[in-house]
């Protein structure tokens, strides 16, 4: 095995599938109170800020090409997303291609019992 080292990259975000986009908006921000991040608003996602030693989430509406809703994806973040990919590639980790997105770069790994872990830098 090649020895490489970076940092484990740190969750930073979480995505929640939903059925309804004004439904479960209104939910987190008006009954949980939850602080809406309007910045990252697009016509089907809502975007909250991280509260205090959290992280921040988005809302995005379920479609067919999506996952279906009740389901979450989760974001790690890094500072250095190729090393990272590079070093979980040279480690055996099957990764997808890095893609670049409005929010960022991703790629995604899938854990052990085939969950999707995003990672973002």
Known sequence: MIATTV???AL?????????L?????FFAHTL??????SGDVPA??????????IAFGLLLA????????????????????ALRDA????GVA?????????????EVATPDGRKLTQLG
């Open 7 to 9: 940092a484990a990259p």
């Open 12 to 20: 930073s975000f979480a995505l929640f599938y939903v059925a309804d």
């Open 22 to 26: 004004d439904a479960s908006y209104d």
């Open 33 to 38: 109170g939850h602080t809406p991040d309007p």
């Open 45 to 54: 996602f809502r975007q909250f800020a991280a509260g205090p030693q959290g």
């Open 63 to 82: 479609e067919d090409h999506t996952p279906s809703p009740g389901e979450i994806d989760l974001y790690f973040g890094t500072p250095d997303i190729a």
């Open 88 to 91: 979980w590639v040279a480690r």
């Open 95 to 107: 990764a997808t291609p890095r893609v670049t997105m409005p929010f960022g770069t991703i790629f």
